[in-house]
């Protein structure tokens, strides 16, 4: 049986929510968090290879695809993904886990990690959009400006007009720095399965909250932030700005690799995961 074809178990949180979940293998626990457009599919290149090691959890998030979750969030962000991802934890009787976490699951787990860091054992963040870590240093604000103005307010406007296929084809071509119909069609028809989650980040009174800089600099939570050579211009002026306060952070920067570091070169992100990880006490 492939990944993409194993049985789904669910749980559902206080309000009502329903998260999707798959889960496998020995050992600590491990959770998968995705970014905005994926869901618990996007790990399909790391399941094999860590569930040898971990006891791992690929869920997806409160919109994501197949959760069909339609409640009101005006204020939806990684923050509340956090307060989900908790959830998850306290509804499987998990006390502490590892977070691995790709672009939007990287923001939400660092704002985990400052929620509740006693349940966190470590955390591995692949840029993280943390547009305010940008945007607060004068040589990257300017990078940040101009990624609002061409990509962030028009998908915001696609989708406020009721246009959710437009918004999620903005959105994926910011996030990817190039078009959209230059990604492969599977790619793009995943993004489309999750536009609820990518309408209701785009629509948020903040959609990129900030994560308190000196309570960061502060974690003792063992962190690696990670970051693909061939990234767009933003996650490079995020990722400055992120380093700057994460001084005890593990940095890694992977050759040949865009955004989706985990997708793009899934043996090298394996590799340096798992390095990391096994050096943990």
Request: net charge negative.
């Amino acid at each position: 049986m492939s990944f993409t074809q194993k049985p789904l178990a669910t749980v559902r949180l206080a309000d009502g929510a329903v998260l999707s979940y798959v889960r496998e293998g020995r050992g600590p626990v491990l959770i998968f968090v995705h970014g905005v457009l994926g869901d618990w599919r996007s790990w399909e290149a790391q399941w094999p290879f860590f569930t040898r090691h971990y006891d791992c959890i690929a869920y997806s998030c409160r919109f994501n695809h197949p959760n069909g979750n339609t409640m009101a969030a005006p204020d939806h962000s990684a923050v509340e993904n956090a307060a989900d991802l908790e959830g998850l934890m306290d509804a499987l009787g998990i006390e502490s886990a590892i977070l691995v976490g790709s672009s939007y699951g990287g923001f939400t787990s660092l704002a985990m990690g400052l929620r509740a860091p006693q349940r966190v054992r470590a955390i591995v963040a692949v840029e993280p959009p943390m547009m305010k870590y940008a945007e607060m240093f004068d040589d990257t604000a300017p990078v940040a400006a101009a990624f609002r103005e061409q990509a962030v307010v028009p998908s915001r406007d696609a989708f406020a007009q009721g246009d959710d296929e437009l918004g999620t084809t903005l959105l994926t071509g910011g996030i990817a720095n190039r078009p959209a119909d230059s990604l492969p069609t599977e790619v793009m028809r995943r993004r489309m399965e999750n536009r609820m989650a990518g309408r209701r980040v785009a629509l948020s009174s903040d959609e990129f909250p900030l994560l308190d800089p000196k309570a960061l600099a502060a974690s003792t939570i063992p962190t690696m932030l990670m970051t693909g050579r061939n990234t767009g211009p933003i996650f490079k002026a995020i990722f400055s700005g992120i380093t700057r306060v994460m001084t005890q952070a593990r940095l890694e920067v992977v050759e040949g690799a865009g955004h989706s570091v985990a997708g793009d070169q899934p043996q090298a992100f394996n590799a340096l995961v798992l390095d990391f990880l096994g050096r943990l006490d």
